[in-house]
């Protein structure tokens, strides 16, 4: 119930919120507000060397801990679409998504607000671009499956389960 914790009025009258489990009902106007898990992309990228990039988190939640390279799906956008514009953004290269790897639930930061996501996970291959760290990544770093940093530097549990589904796809 992460989104809807702390609500009290009513985003579109300021009315009174009646907040049940996953439900928020406006007492004044009717409006009625669903929480959902927040959709995501994340993509496996591998070197021709066989090794993936990660992202160091620049921002909040889990500023300095490793990432995979992705992002929030904006309103009505695809998930590839969102796949390929949160790669340029943050690393600077064009890429597409190859084989779907698979959804794991997460939650973005810690605390009972923390909203709920839905990572959907692809590999994928560069198409053009040199890589550089940009948006709300501070570093890159190319990782051999073998040598991937410690389940506590990575950002999010999310991460280590799409890691390991890589290297059981691989392996």
Do not use: Q
């Not at 993936?52 to 990432?67: F, I, M, S, Y």
């Amino acid at each position: 119930m992460g989104s809807l914790v702390g609500w009290s009025h009513c985003p579109r009258c300021a009315g009174g919120l009646e907040v049940a489990g996953t439900r928020a009902r406006c007492s004044s106007c009717g409006l009625v507000v669903y929480a959902h898990s927040d959709p995501t992309v994340c993509a496996l990228l591998l070197d021709d060397e066989g090794r993936v990039l990660l992202t160091r988190r620049a921002r909040e939640p889990h500023r300095g801990k490793w990432d995979l390279p992705g992002g929030f799906l904006d309103e009505g956008e695809h998930p590839l679409d969102a796949l390929r514009r949160e790669l340029l953004e943050e690393t600077g290269l064009e890429v597409e998504a190859d084989e779907f790897v698979g959804v794991w639930m997460d939650r973005y930061g810690d605390g009972a607000s923390a909203p709920w996501t839905l990572n959907l996970f692809w590999t994928a291959r560069i198409v053009r671009g040199v890589p550089s760290p940009a948006d709300d990544v501070s570093e890159l770093g190319w990782f051999p499956l073998d040598e991937l940093p410690p389940e506590d530097e990575l950002a999010f549990r999310n991460v280590a389960l799409g890691l390991a589904s890589l290297r059981a796809m691989i392996d």
